[in-house]
């Protein structure tokens, strides 16, 4: 699939639900949100359905989110059927990894390759204060089961003032351990992140340079995201910076996002995509909707724009749209 810029979208991210067992100050307000009605998520077999018609247009790869998506009864059965799917060459998955706990050999056997774990302190009371009441120990604990059973790990951290940015060091250092990415991923101006202070990148590896010395650049391929990696002195593993506001990628994008809801979401800043629920139910067949996803495609948004004054700013929260 190849859209007007000329970007090759094979990689999309799949939201199988809204729900979340924590409440991320920068992801979901402290009451929660109202939750997509059982009705209106799309069922297992929808998504396989958009899968298979989405592989014959060079989809490859898969990442699995939420909301958590371990909070829907049932995923790691979806994981399996995907794995199965002709044409999928990876699956990954984003979890805060608490409902991962002791599952993750059923996680690896079902077909998943990689994890990424969003783990924004490593201090129990902040990890909490972040989380609204999680417990970072068990996060810690599927953190190394996962690297036990031998799957790719990164560990997902949001910097934010105010909360955790005497912690980054300690974050970075998880990397210093094991064979695992730490990635340092900007606060985006989405949802109730835009009532938070974004710590920026270079913040951020200044910190880190201050702590661990000057880092070398990491060439090593680590997925098909767009983090930028680096080794600092006596590491084992990499850390990776994701500066999506103060230095976007959108010229490399290669993503599109399937929405809980079954909207297929061309970028996570705009409102332009496609209502593939209301094809999906609506009596249309395949062809019908590989050339409306094709269409679509190619009609990718350039650039995210968030601090730019466009019409169709994303107005939804993040773990509505799959964070």
């Not at 307000?29 to 899968?51: D, K, P, Q, S, T």
Request: glycine share 10%; charged share 25%.
């Amino acid at each position: 699939m190849i859209d007007k810029n000329g970007r090759s979208i094979e990689y999309l991210r799949i939201s199988i639900t809204d729900r979340c067992n924590l409440r991320c100050v920068y992801c979901m307000a402290e009451e929660g949100v109202h939750a997509i009605g059982h009705a209106e998520i799309l069922r297992f077999e929808e998504i396989l359905r958009l899968v298979r018609i989405m592989t014959g247009l060079g989809l490859k790869h898969l990442r699995i989110t939420g909301g958590e998506p371990m909070a829907r009864i049932g995923c790691l059965d979806l994981v399996k059927q995907l794995h199965e799917v002709p044409g999928v060459s990876s699956i990954s998955m984003t979890s805060n990894g608490i409902l991962l706990k002791d599952r993750i050999r059923e996680a690896k056997s079902a077909g998943l390759s990689s994890l990424n774990i969003s783990i924004d302190s490593l201090n129990p009371e902040t990890y909490a204060r972040l989380t609204r009441g999680g417990g970072v120990s068990e996060a810690l604990c599927t953190l190394d089961q996962a690297l036990e059973a031998g799957l790719n790990v990164k560990v997902n951290a949001v910097p934010i003032r105010g909360y955790n940015e005497e912690e980054l060091a300690a974050l970075a250092e998880l990397a210093r351990r094991d064979r695992l990415c730490v990635r340092f991923i900007e606060l985006m101006p989405i949802g109730c992140g835009k009532d938070l202070e974004r710590i920026p990148c270079a913040e951020v590896m200044e910190r880190l340079e201050n702590a661990f010395g000057k880092p070398v650049p990491d060439t090593q391929v680590y997925g098909r995201g767009p983090a930028r990696y680096v080794k600092y002195p006596g590491f084992k593993g990499a850390v990776g910076f994701i500066s999506a506001v103060s230095h976007e990628f959108c010229r490399t994008c290669n993503r599109v996002r399937l929405t809980a809801d079954g909207q297929l979401k061309l970028c996570l800043n705009h409102t332009k995509g496609l209502d593939l629920r209301a094809m999906l139910r609506g009596g249309a067949d395949d062809d019908e909707i590989r050339d409306a996803v094709r269409a679509a495609i190619a009609d990718k948004p350039e650039r995210h724009a968030f601090y730019e004054a466009v019409c169709d700013h994303e107005m939804r929260w993040m773990n509505e749209i799959g964070g």
